[in-house]
T-cell receptor, first 114, second 119 residues
Framework: KQEVTQIPAALSVPEGENLVLNCSFTDSAIYNLQWFRQDPGKGLTSLLLIQSSQREQTSGRLNASLDKSSGRSTLYIAASQPGDSATYLC?????????????FGTGTQLKVEL | DAGVIQSPRHEVTEMGQEVTLRCKPI?????LFWYRQTMMRGLELLIYFNNNVPIDDSGMPEDRFSAKMPNASFSTLKIQPSEPRDSAVYFC?????????????????FGPGTRLTVL
């Protein structure tokens, strides 16, 4: 059974700092990994989907990397801003062919302070 | 596109009452998912549909839960009778299956959720 872990559970950084969020998964036979952010009281916003054939995916100040062999993904946020404060979740699909059932990590709650 | 739409946004009901949650997926998407989120258990997939057909309902906790998708633009999740332990945020998500370099993949897009409180 796939297990997805995110460390740390919570992180507080000053504005402007570069930071890395970690996601690890036990079953490396994945086809992709998706990063989401969730603002308090709101739904999940898809940030990046990185396929297993890719090593990195970038969107603005965000960069996600994927290392299947070690069962890890990182989300790098450059020049953090207070608006980046949210909970960040990673998720991997179960099953072959991309799969449809996502297993979510427990999330990292990020606070960027002025 | 307006994104995934859910209603109501908040629902407070008494134990034993029937609750119906509604979802309108993104137009053109062929998958629809219902999730439940609680502090204790995180995000759990309840059921998902492909082209309006239920594919996997193994996450539905009990027979009190049922879901339907009568057409491509509408789905409901019903709880009857509701219990206090059903209190959670219920999310609907939709996706379009795409071909990729290494097989197909689904990028899921979530609605704002319905916060259900059962007293």
């Amino acid at each position: 059974k796939q297990e997805v872990t995110q460390i740390p559970a919570a992180l507080s950084v000053p504005e402007g700092e570069n930071l890395v969020l970690n996601c690890s998964f036990t079953d490396s036979a994945i086809y992709n990994l998706q990063w989401f952010r969730q603002d308090p009281g709101k739904g999940l916003t898809s940030l990046l989907l990185i396929q297993s054939s890719q090593r990195e995916q970038t969107s603005g100040r965000l960069n996600a990397s994927l290392d299947k062999s070690s069962g890890r993904s990182t989300l790098y946020i450059a020049a953090s801003q207070p608006g980046d404060s949210a909970t960040y979740l990673c998720a991997v699909p179960n099953g072959a062919g991309g799969g449809n059932k996502l297993t979510f990590g427990t999330g990292t709650q990020l606070k960027v302070e002025l | 596109d307006a994104g995934v739409i859910q209603s109501p946004r908040h629902e407070v009901t008494e134990m034993g009452q029937e609750v119906t949650l509604r979802c309108k997926p993104i137009s053109g998407h062929d998958y629809l998912f219902w999730y439940r989120q609680t502090m204790m258990r995180g995000l759990e997939l309840l059921i998902y549909f492909n082209n309006n057909v239920p594919i996997d309902d193994s996450g539905m906790p009990e027979d009190r839960f049922s879901a339907k998708m009568p057409n491509a633009s509408f789905s409901t999740l019903k709880i009857q009778p509701s219990e206090p332990r059903d209190s959670a945020v219920y999310f609907c998500a939709s996706s379009l299956k795409r071909g990729g370099h290494q097989g197909s993949y689904n990028e899921q897009f979530f609605g704002p959720g319905t916060r259900l409180t059962v007293l």
